[in-house]
């Protein structure tokens, strides 16, 4: 059974951090293109950030270049978002996503076949 459990998100005052974790199971997660999106009230699902399966390519969407990084652990199946200087704009609910394989467009929701539940981030201005 395939999962994703993410964890981290919670309550922060603008300019702090957070760390959001996703942990997987139930596939090949080292073969795996990794990625975060985010879904604000009334807003569609947007790419946040992505990372291929060898972790050699990783791509953020331009409102969080500089503030955001994405990395991967293979050996503990899990995928971090490290988030600096948090925005009152990155309010939402964070979900990481995998892909069974590569991906040829690793900005595109539809490029990814396994979702978590979703956290929320909340930050207050």
């Known amino acids: 059974q395939v999962q994703l459990v993410e964890s981290g998100g919670g309550l922060v005052e603008a300019g702090g951090s957070l760390r959001l974790s996703c942990a997987a199971s139930g596939f090949t997660f080292s073969k795996s293109t990794l990625a975060w999106f985010r879904q604000a009230p009334g807003k569609e699902r947007e790419f946040v950030t992505g990372?291929?399966?060898?972790?050699?390519?990783?791509y953020y969407a331009d409102s969080v270049k500089g503030r955001f990084a994405i990395t991967r652990d293979n050996a503990k199946n899990t995928v971090y978002l490290d988030m600096n200087n948090l925005k009152p704009e990155d309010t939402a609910v964070y979900y990481c996503?995998?892909?069974?394989?590569?991906?040829?467009?690793?900005?595109?929701?539809?490029?990814?076949?396994?979702w978590g539940q979703g956290t929320q981030v909340t930050v207050s201005s």
């Open positions: 990372i291929t399966w060898i972790g050699a390519d990783v």
């Open positions: 996503a995998a892909s069974r394989g590569s991906c040829s467009g690793v900005g595109y929701y539809y490029e990814y076949d396994y």
